[in-house]
């Protein structure tokens, strides 16, 4: 029997069935719709204790305010938002000087959705660049590759995919869980449109080595006149690097490198989901990928993939920059490491674990459990933190080092000292039940497909 909207009384309203297949046909108070979805969202995880993710999960009251004057904002809007426009105008000019752009030139780049969006404009410029300067020099451009290793987050294998270029992913090895130079030349060749580097990458928050890659590059063009661009992943270690490691050569320092992405929404310390992308020179963002609209106002460019979005992410990354500063940022940071750090000597003090990223730069603690623990592994213990809330990532290494398999934890500003230490001890109250007890969880199987595809890729 149907309910209409007119027979619901106060107290029906919060028992009213939620249809599954079909549009709601009765609507509701906003008090019963309000409570209706708190009540759905009682067994999500708490984002406070989801130590699986790199994504900020805290905002001062201002910053939440400022997101809240933002929010009915559209960020492509520039006529009728110019301050927001500014905004971001501003920032890229910050970052291009943060990751030390050269001097002299016109800054480019552009706030995005998420990183994954920032991967795209950097990946397609790089491909227009190539295939301009194959078909100027008379040269075939119908086969375009990327260089990049198995440790990549699977946006590059999206963005390889879905622009048809190439995949060249050099596999990994156990106890090598980052690209080196290594085996660049079974990868590179005159097809490749860029190599894509990691500043702290998703495994185990290492970094690529962005220096010998870049040095192998400058050899292979000595032998063979062929320059090979670097575009630089830094999702994650965008917005810790220049605070902890201002000498460490991983940006526009190196000038094979073009372009840097990073993710706002990580440790730039804005709500989810802000990305920044930002080219060494404006001619490097090729001009057939800007369209010029002026349905809008007046004429205005637009270069990103995503058109109508949500302004806030832009706002509150102004309020966080002018808020915190270099110096806040730097504090911000050493704090959050020196608690992963420390964390980290815990976990491999207690005997269970094993580290995997003998470089800490980012906040990141990747171990793996001790070879004489049989009974049980990571995903057993990732389960059993559950237990008390907390989310840590478990899970298998990519092609050649499937073998192994990591509990990852990622330590983000709001974990405090004491909070990071009661992390520590409920992992090792987890491992001592399990070695007594066994576990019994086996790791996910991939789909077939996807399977199939990776192994593809590193042949």
Not at 19 to 31: H, I, L
Not at 265 to 279: D, R, T
């Amino acid at each position: 029997m149907e309910t209409s909207i007119e027979k619901i009384t106060p107290y029906d309203e919060f028992n009213y069935p939620i249809p599954e297949a079909e549009f709601p046909k009765a609507g509701m108070s906003a008090r019963a719709a309000a409570a209706i979805v708190i009540s759905s969202e009682w067994t999500d995880a708490n984002p406070m204790l989801n130590m699986s993710s790199f994504v900020t999960t805290w905002a001062e009251p201002e910053a939440a305010e400022t997101a809240k004057r933002n929010i009915y904002k559209n960020y492509i809007d520039h006529d009728m938002y110019p301050e927001l426009f500014a905004m971001e105008t501003r920032m890229v000019k910050w970052l291009h000087e943060l990751w030390n752009g050269p001097n002299g030139v016109e800054p480019y780049g552009t706030a995005t959705v998420g990183s994954s969006e920032a991967c795209m404009l950097a990946g397609l410029a790089h491909k227009w660049n190539w295939r301009q300067k194959r078909e100027a020099d008379g040269k075939d451009a119908s086969k375009p590759n990327m260089v990049t290793g198995g440790n990549v987050q699977i946006v590059w294998k999206k963005f390889l995919r879905y622009f048809d270029v190439e995949p060249r992913i050099v596999p990994l090895k156990p106890g090598n869980y980052r690209l080196t130079a290594e085996e660049l030349d079974k990868y590179v060749d005159e097809n490749t449109i860029a190599v894509v580097a990691i500043a702290g990458q998703t495994f185990t928050g290492e970094d690529d080595d962005i220096q010998g890659i870049h040095d192998w590059l400058d050899g292979y063009e000595k032998k063979t006149g062929i320059s090979i661009p670097m575009h630089i992943d830094g999702a994650s270690g965008g917005f810790v690097n220049p605070f902890l490691y201002p000498d460490y050569k991983w940006d526009f320092r190196l000038p094979r490198v073009q372009s840097i992405n990073a993710s706002g929404h990580k440790y730039g310390l804005v709500p989810p989901g802000l990305g920044w992308v930002v080219f060494r020179e404006r001619k490097v963002f090729n001009e057939d990928l800007v369209f010029y609209v002026n349905y809008l106002g007046g004429e205005m460019p637009t270069a990103t993939l995503n058109f109508s979005r949500n302004g806030f992410q832009i706002a509150v990354q102004y309020y966080m920059f002018l808020r915190m500063g270099f110096d806040g940022y730097k504090r911000v940071m050493e704090h959050t490491l020196k608690n992963a750090v420390e964390l980290r000597e815990t976990l491999v003090q207690s005997g269970y674990f094993m580290i995997m990223n003998e470089t800490q730069r980012i906040p990141v603690v990747a171990v793996t459990l001790n070879k004489k623990f049989t009974n049980f592994n990571e995903f057993d213990v990732s389960n059993k933190v559950r237990e008390k809330g907390w989310i840590l990532s478990a899970y298998t290494m990519p092609p050649n080092a499937t073998d192994v398999t990591s509990l990852r934890v990622v330590i983000r500003p709001h974990i405090n000292h004491t909070v990071a230490q009661q992390l520590g001890r409920d992992i090792i109250s987890a491992c001592k039940y399990l070695e007594e007890h066994g576990g019994n969880a086996t790791p996910p199987k991939l789909h077939a497909h996807a399977a199939e595809k990776t192994t593809a890729a590193k042949c």
